[in-house]
């Protein structure tokens, strides 16, 4: 659950609701098709776009955890806050950018990470980049995610 105040019925809602566009997803002919992410991404609209999210509580900036999986589950709450913020919704995001701090720690954490993500983002994988980085600017962040979406045009 976000740490951050917001209606959790309101986001199911939105990730639930039939989309009138979404993005259009790319795949080249004849590619192997990828598990959990898009190769590309086609939209049209208001972009928002999210800085790099870490998985501590934004009203008091500290981490409440220092596990891989509940910072992870909890930097996705992030991203989500923002686009909801910016009127846009999780099936909206065109890109992530997710940097990692520990390539064993994300590996074994996979299924969990997995379950956060259909859980809070839904079952839309768009075009996304895993760089495994030696540390991130706060210092006990294990993951930062930086998100692109498009909000449809309504025309």
């Not at 972009?47 to 930097?75: H, I, K, Y």
């Not at 990692?100 to 768009?126: N, Q, S, W």
Request: aromatic share 8%; net charge negative.
């Amino acid at each position: 659950m976000s740490i951050a105040p917001r209606d959790e019925d309101e986001v199911q809602e939105l990730i639930a609701t039939e989309l009138t566009q979404t993005p259009e997803i790319i795949q080249p002919e004849g590619w192997a098709h990828p598990r959990g992410y898009s190769n590309g991404a086609v939209a049209t609209g208001r972009f928002v776009t999210v800085a790099g999210q870490v998985g501590w509580n934004p009203l008091s900036c500290m981490f409440d955890s220092d596990d891989f999986a509940a910072q992870t589950r909890q930097t996705l709450h992030n991203v989500v806050d923002v686009l909801l913020a910016a009127d846009a919704r999780p099936q909206d995001l065109v890109r992530l950018t997710w940097y990692i701090t520990d390539r064993e720690a994300y590996l074994a954490a996979r299924k969990e990470i997995g379950a956060a993500y259909r859980e809070i983002i839904g079952d839309h994988y768009p075009p996304m980049s895993v760089i495994f980085v030696s540390s991130l600017l706060e210092e006990s962040a294990k993951v930062e995610i930086e998100a692109t979406a498009v909000i449809p045009d309504h025309g």
